[in-house]
């Protein structure tokens, strides 16, 4: 099976700019969760998708949203851009099993906000 | 709000030492407990997943603990070498947001 695949790997963004993220679950996931991460808040749970809803949400302002299409693929968007939005942004796919629960993580988006 | 707090921030190791991460958590309500390795720039790999009933998990040279009661849990890496050198982190899932929560990682140097 392929794992989790994001998309771009890397950005450069100005301030006051939008950006849109892109996270492609391992086949048969339905649950994906992105995570910022950055040098001072360590990872921190942005939020989390589940068959097309949003299922949870971190502590974060409403810049930042996101949402996920009818084959799991999801994807988050940041809007009016600021510094310290610059971090490694890192999505995770879950299967449904009762067992496991294991998350899979892709190799995240790396961000720059200039 | 749970927290997750790791010890030590950074350890330096000669090539062959046994060593000890730790991990504690303030919330003992988990669903279970995961350990990650990060590379430099890169992703998290997952390492070992111990569900809130079970003590430990081994896989090949990594072995994890868990005591759900006081909260703490140990991963025990042997025979260490240059290749592990890594950031580890732990992370429980639980609560009603049903989300990780991270600690801030033990960044490891095995030297040759």
């Known amino acids: 099976k392929a794992g989790v695949t994001q998309t771009p790997r890397y950005l450069i963004k100005t301030r006051g700019q939008q950006v849109t993220l892109s996270c492609s679950p391992i086949s048969g996931h339905r649950s994906v969760s992105w995570y910022q991460q950055t040098p001072g808040q360590g990872l921190q749970f942005l939020f989390e998708y589940f068959s097309e809803t949003q299922r949870n949400k971190g502590n974060f302002p409403g810049r930042f949203s996101g949402r996920q299409f009818s084959n799991s693929r999801s994807e988050m968007n940041v809007s009016t851009l600021e510094l310290g939005d610059s971090a490694l942004y890192l999505c995770a796919s879950k299967g449904h099993s009762p067992v496991t629960n294991t998350q899979y993580f892709g190799p995240g988006t790396r961000l720059t906000v200039l | 709000k749970q927290e997750v707090t790791q010890i030590p921030a950074a350890l330096s190791v000669p090539e062959g030492e046994n060593l000890v991460l730790n991990c504690s958590f303030t919330?003992?309500?988990?669903?279970?407990l995961q350990w990650f390795r990060q590379d430099p720039g890169k992703g998290l790999t997952s390492l070992l997943l111990?569900?809130?009933?079970?003590r430990e998990q081994t896989s090949g040279r990594l072995n994890a603990s868990l005591d759900k009661s006081s909260g703490r849990s140990t991963l025990y890496i042997a025979a260490s070498q240059p290749g592990d050198s890594a950031t580890y982190l732990c992370a429980v899932l639980g609560g009603a947001g049903n989300m990780l929560t991270f600690g801030g990682g033990t960044r490891l140097m095995v030297k040759p």
């Open positions: 111990i569900q809130s009933s079970q």
């Open positions: 919330d003992s309500a988990i669903y279970n």
